[in-house]
């Protein structure tokens, strides 16, 4: 079946560096654009990136722009986030996803904590 698994996640000081990785399997990962969404507690899932089939193709919401990078392996059947220059109001379940004959998948989330 469809699994997005995602991970490296974790407490980090503001100003630090962290990788999230996805590794998605049961579909043609290849054909798919991958997306990493956020939620903080109290507010919606919202957007943080999306990448094509190819990698071509990113896109970033206002809030991470010019800091994080989103890259895919599809080779590795797996999508990364790289998160830069962290502020707290970063932290949130990071979630990895995509839409699968018109049904949006999410994988169980990654906790990133971004404290002093």
């Known amino acids: 079946q469809v699994r997005l698994v995602e991970s490296g996640g974790g407490s980090v000081q503001p100003g630090g560096s962290l990788r999230l990785s996805c590794a998605a399997s049961?579909?043609?990962?290849?054909?798919?654009?991958m997306s990493w969404y956020q939620q903080a507690p109290g507010k919606e899932r919202e957007l943080v990136a999306d990448i094509s089939t190819n990698g071509a193709i990113t896109n970033f919401g206002d809030s991470v722009k010019g800091r994080f990078a989103i890259s895919r392996d599809n080779s590795k059947n797996t999508v990364y986030l790289q998160m830069n220059s962290l502020v707290p109001e970063d932290s949130a379940v990071y979630y990895c996803?995509?839409?699968?004959?018109?049904?949006?998948?999410w994988g169980q989330g990654t906790q990133v904590t971004v404290s002093s």
């Open positions: 049961g579909f043609t990962f290849r054909t798919y654009t």
């Open positions: 996803s995509t839409i699968i004959g018109r049904v949006r998948v």
